[in-house]
């Protein structure tokens, strides 16, 4: 089995950069969850829940869920240290797998570029949203600086609307919302967020 890069890293994880990053991204992602108080969120690829512990008290749940078991305690030291009450996780990749869990809404920050096959992987996050649900994707534009054999490249927004549609969302809204400098594989990049209903 090919070792999970995330697995090496997630002790050092949590770097100046990106906190300030994930700071950003938090505080674009509230704004999507001001009516989600009764609602069970998925924060897809957690990470170490550089974005996920920031916004759990937006919702009723948080589900944390990351293919990484070493990412994943770090969460639960977190969760542990703060005493969150409304906080689960779980290691697990939906690429491989689905858990018997349903949500409300899906959030993946900065995931999607690092799975292979997009069109899958919405399959999977449509199968587990409830009907009326979210999917909250936060991702680079297209970049063409930017080349990693196991990355994409950022998205084309009307590819990724399209993609989203044929997978069987409703309706999808993005826009632009951070330009940062070396942000993405050392490049400049603008940051998007894409907003789709089931």
Do not use: C, W
Request: proline residues 2%; glycine residues 4%; negative net charge.
């Amino acid at each position: 089995m090919e070792e999970n890069i995330f697995e090496a890293i997630a002790k050092k994880y949590d770097s100046t950069e990106r906190i300030e990053l994930a700071n950003i991204i938090s505080h674009k992602v509230r704004e999507e969850l001001v009516q989600a108080k009764d609602k069970t969120l998925i924060d897809y690829g957690s990470g170490t829940g550089l974005i996920g512990l920031q916004i759990a008290s937006s919702v009723k749940t948080a589900l944390f869920v990351d293919s990484s078991k070493n990412m994943v305690e770090i969460i639960n030291n977190k969760i542990a240290a703060n005493k969150l009450q409304n906080t689960l996780t779980f290691v697990a990749d939906f690429t491989k797998e689905t858990l018997d869990i349903k949500a409300d809404i899906i959030l993946v920050s900065l995931v999607l570029l690092h799975i292979p096959d997009t069109k899958n992987i919405l399959e999977k996050f449509y199968e587990t949203l409830h009907t009326d649900g979210k999917l909250i994707i936060i991702d680079f534009d297209k970049n063409p600086n930017v080349y990693h054999p196991k990355v994409h490249s950022g998205f084309a927004t009307d590819e990724l609307e399209e993609l989203l549609t044929s997978v069987g969302f409703k309706s999808t809204s993005i826009q632009p919302f951070h330009h940062g400098e070396k942000i993405f594989m050392k490049q400049d990049a603008t940051l998007f967020i894409a907003v789709s209903k089931k």
